[in-house]
């Protein structure tokens, strides 16, 4: 099911542009990750999100390529993976080669990120770029051509669980405002500390991609209503 919501949220071409759902796969139960996977698909996930740490960008060490290569082995809809390590233009190949649809990198790890962005399109992958909370929203003014995704770090990147930083809000603003002043067809996700309360937040500054993880692997009633849960908030924001 596909939600479409506020007026803020439009594209280019002045339409309405969907709330996409993509739960991250940090937050899953890792004996039992292919089958958590079909379940947030089958619930209705959009994409599925996947976070790389390499202890050193971030202080946390999580998965690499041949779970990014499991993972597509099970699910049918997009892989978007997170680089959040240093120099991760080592490592852009291997990813694309195991399955990623679209591939982010930071601003902040990346001394030559325009040539970054080039190299995972010529990957074959949809190019994102992700900014940690204190980076300014200007600082992606000179290669939006180059830019599928924007990725707004709610949290403090490196853990899962984190609680969402209201502040960010005003960046995600901003960032809405250059991508349809530009009409540039860009994604724009928000990453860390999302729950039924603060995706209204998100998407009423202007975000149109949701990354969940706790509040769907972790949710009492199951993935299915972790994600139903987070559609119905946004379908009754009143409610």
Known sequence: MVLYVDLKIRGPDMAYKPIKIAPSILAADFTRLGEEVKQAQDAGADWIHIDV?????????TMGPLVVEAVKNVADIPLDVHLMTVQPERFIGRFADCGADSITVHVEACTHLYRVLGQIKSAGCRAGVALNPHTPAASLGEILDMVDIINVMTVNP??????????????????????????????????????SETILL????????????????????GIAAGIQNLRQAIASPDA
Not at 170 to 186: C, E, F, P, Q, Y
């Open 53 to 61: 740490m390499d202890g050193q960008f971030v202080p946390n060490i």
């Open 158 to 195: 490196g853990f899962g669980g984190q609680e969402y930083i209201g502040a960010m809000n005003h960046k995600i603003a901003s960032l809405r405002a250059m991508v349809d002043k530009g009409g540039t067809n860009i994604d724009i996700e928000v990453d860390g500390g999302i729950n």
């Open 202 to 221: 998100a998407v009423a500054a202007g975000a149109n991609v949701i990354i969940a993880g706790t509040c769907v692997f972790g949710h009492a009633g």
